[in-house]
C-alpha cells in the first residue's frame, strides 16, 4: 500500500467513525434549527463588538455588558449549539489523535534510520 492509498483508508475509517456520524447529526440539527443560528450570530456579532471596543480602547458599557452576558447565558443555555460543540471539539480530538498516531511512527522510523 503506498501513502496515498493509506491515507485514503485512514480518511474511510475517519469518515466512518461514530464521532463523525455525531457531527453531522449535530450539523444537521442546528441546520434545522433558526433559534440557534440567531443566537450563535448574535454572539459572534457580540464577540466582534468587544473585540472593535477594544481596539478603540473604551470600555463596555453597563446596558451593553448586560445584553452580552445575556445574550452568552442564552446561548449557554441551548442544548442543539452545545451538543455541536461537543461533537465538534470529539471530532478534532479523533483527528489530533490519529494525526499524533501517524506523526509517531514517522519519528520511530526517522530514529532507526
Not at 464521532?19 to 450570530?41: F, P
Not at 442544548?79 to 455541536?84: G, H, I
Amino acid at each position: 500500500m503506498n501513502p496515498e492509498q493509506a491515507a485514503r483508508a485512514l480518511g474511510e475509517a475517519l469518515a466512518s467513525s461514530p464521532e463523525l456520524a455525531e457531527l453531522m447529526r449535530c450539523e444537521k440539527a442546528y441546520g434545522a434549527d433558526s433559534s440557534a443560528q440567531a443566537l450563535v450570530k448574535a454572539a459572534q456579532d457580540a464577540g466582534a463588538r468587544l473585540q472593535e471596543l477594544q481596539r478603540a480602547g473604551k470600555k463596555l458599557d453597563p446596558a451593553e455588558a448586560k445584553r452580552i452576558g445575556e445574550v452568552q447565558a442564552n446561548l449557554d443555555a441551548c442544548a442543539v449549539v452545545q451538543k455541536l460543540v461537543a461533537a465538534q471539539k470529539a471530532y478534532e480530538a479523533l483527528a489530533q489523535k490519529l494525526n499524533a498516531a501517524v506523526q509517531a511512527v514517522v519519528e520511530e522510523k526517522r530514529k532507526q534510520g
